[in-house]
């Protein structure tokens, strides 16, 4: 999931489109929910892993991921959202 959000990324920063922008930081959200739900799906079954010696491990990473999560989520909300509520409306 990663490597597709950066060939996406990298490939706008070759030829950069501005109506690209909020779609690549919404795969980048949409990864880190990805991200998220798969691990709390495997650390809650533990079906053939024991998580006991990894859990202070696994709890940072989620943290982490988790982190990284509102700070993007707050760059679409500053960037994307709350910036059209500041613009002006256009006068004929």
């Known amino acids: 999931i990663n490597a597709l959000v950066h060939f996406v990324m990298y490939a706008h920063y070759a030829k950069p489109v501005s109506w690209a ?17 798969i691990n709390l799906y495997g650390f809650s079954s533990q079906g053939c892993y024991d998580y006991s010696a990894v859990t202070k491990e696994w709890m940072y990473c989620q943290g982490v991921v988790f982190g990284y999560f509102l700070l993007f ?13 500041k613009r002006p409306e256009k006068k004929d």
């Open 21 to 37: 922008r909020p779609f690549i930081t919404s795969f980048q959200l949409l990864q880190f929910v990805a991200v998220l739900s």
């Open 73 to 85: 989520l707050k760059f679409y909300f500053d960037n994307y959202i709350a910036e059209k509520k």
